[in-house]
């Protein structure tokens, strides 16, 4: 357990895990120093639980190895210095202090070179926020003030900004999500280089681009990310240049803020006014993202019309499925909000009121695709209807079922079949 205190701000108890604790002295007691660092100790500094733990240490792999040999370890990365250790259940990453090399490349480092000092190996690190380190001996290393820069909420680069996004682009994209995520501004050195740099995105590969877009997104501050930097997402996503410049960005920006902060929903949010549900597949597309992801968000693209309501649920229900309706839901929710032309409560009431009807039609089991239906094919051949017609007239049954013309008996059914 260790205190910090803030300057000016009260003291901050902050705790870190046992099996941290323990990983930290095993490595000392065997002589080499050892620290929690990075994202970790930026949140406690935050005053978050963080959700995982890096170690960085003089030890090399090898000697890791040794220190850890009763431990389950996997070797990650040895070559970078990394090996992760499984500690009373937990997994550790553990990395050797290191340099990095000449970036020839725009996004990796040449070479790595181990070194004894953590500060060197803070200072390759890429915001203050984030070149942190921790030890219960050694309490906060902390060269380049991410503390104040927690306290004042801001992103800044360690060293000098443009030289840290021409060594590895994917900072750029990283500034913003952690803006974006945090609530902080960027500090004015920083977001210039930001500008500047842009261009050198295309050393990322668009896998990359995509997760840190993606957290970008989602970020409880997105919109205003995006409103002081549009050239930045329109050099990674040139095909949204239309959007970007066009009459729907503020609304595009207001429906990110209304949308809940699940994946698939902020990307459509997202991309719901950027010309037509092709131009967002292509963009989604270009940062090869997983088909699911293409097909749920151009789904929702293309149904963000849809008028819902609770009396015709049944068949958007039978068309779309419980999941995309759920998201559709509260999809619409967040354009209609954003549309501006409604007051939020009336939004708000008329979605509970689609929720809570969806939430009916699944529990009491409403009927909505084929095989729920109380005939099936036999009894279409059995009234001597063939091949197609068979589906056809299931079909057919059902769309009577879910716009509530027919009971979904059997009798009733059957004698609608006859009918038609
Ligand atoms: P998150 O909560 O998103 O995981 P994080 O800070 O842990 O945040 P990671 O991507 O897991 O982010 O990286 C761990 C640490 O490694 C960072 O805190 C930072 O110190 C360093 N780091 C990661 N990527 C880079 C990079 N591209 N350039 C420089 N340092 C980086
Ligand atoms: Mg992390």
């Known amino acids: 357990m260790f205190i910090i205190t803030l300057k000016g701000g009260f003291p901050l108890l902050l705790t870190l895990p046992k099996p941290v604790e323990t990983a930290l002295s095993r490595l000392e007691s065997a002589g080499f120093s050892a620290y929690a660092v990075g994202g970790c100790v930026r949140d406690h500094v935050l ?23 009763n ?3 996997i070797e990650t990365g040895l070559k970078h210095g990394t090996l992760t250790v499984l500690l009373q259940g937990m997994p550790l990453e553990i990395t050797t202090f290191r340099l990095d090399g000449a970036y020839s490349d725009g ?36 060269p380049f003030g991410g503390q104040a820069d927690c306290k004042a909420g801001v992103i800044r680069c360690v060293g000098d900004p443009a030289a840290r ?11 913003l999500r952690f803006s974006a995520r945090l609530g902080f501004p ?53 095909e949204l240049d239309a959007l970007i410049h066009g009459p729907h960005w503020e609304t595009t920006l207001r429906t990110l803020d209304a949308a809940p902060k699940d994946v698939y929903l902020c990307w459509a949010a997202f991309l719901r006014l950027c010309g037509s549900e092709a131009v967002a597949y292509e963009a989604l ?30 068949e958007t229900l039978m068309r779309i499925g419980p999941e995309r309706l759920e998201q559709l839901i509260l999809f619409r929710q967040a354009a209609r909000t954003a549309e501006q032309k409604e007051s939020p409560e009336a939004v708000a009431r008329d979605t509970e009121a689609l929720r809570q009807k969806l939430k009916t ?20 051949a059995a009234l ?36 038609v």
């Open 47 to 69: 005053g978050f639980t963080p959700h995982d733990y890096d170690i960085c240490t003089a030890a090399t792999p090898e000697e890791m190895q040794q220190v850890f040999q």
């Open 71 to 73: 431990e389950r370890t």
């Open 107 to 142: 996004r990796h480092p040449d070479s790595v070179q181990f070194t004894s000092r953590v500060e060197d190996d803070l200072s390759r690190r890429d915001f203050t926020i984030n070149a942190m380190a921790y030890s219960p001996k050694e309490g906060l290393v902390d």
């Open 165 to 175: 996004f021409g060594e590895d682009a994917l900072r750029i994209l990283r500034a």
């Open 186 to 238: 960027i500090e004015e050195a920083t977001a210039n280089a930001v500008r500047e740099g842009r261009t050198q995105l295309c050393h990322v590969s668009r896998e990359r681009i995509a997760v840190e877009l993606t957290g970008l997104l989602q970020g409880k501050d997105a919109s205003s990310v995006l409103r002081q930097f549009p050239e930045v997402i329109e050099t990674a996503l040139p």
């Open 285 to 314: 597309k270009s940062l090869k993202m997983s088909v699911k992801i293409m097909d749920t968000v151009s789904q929702l693209v293309r149904w963000q019309g849809a008028e819902l309501r609770p009396e015709s649920l049944q």
């Open 361 to 380: 039609l699944l529990e009491e089991n409403a009927c909505y695709t084929l095989s729920q239906l109380a005939v099936n094919g036999k009894d279409m």
């Open 384 to 419: 001597g209807l063939r091949g197609p017609a068979i589906g056809e007239a299931l079909h057919g049954l059902l769309l009577k079922v879910v716009r509530g013309e027919t009971a979904n008996e059997r009798e009733a059914l059957l004698e609608a079949a006859q009918k």
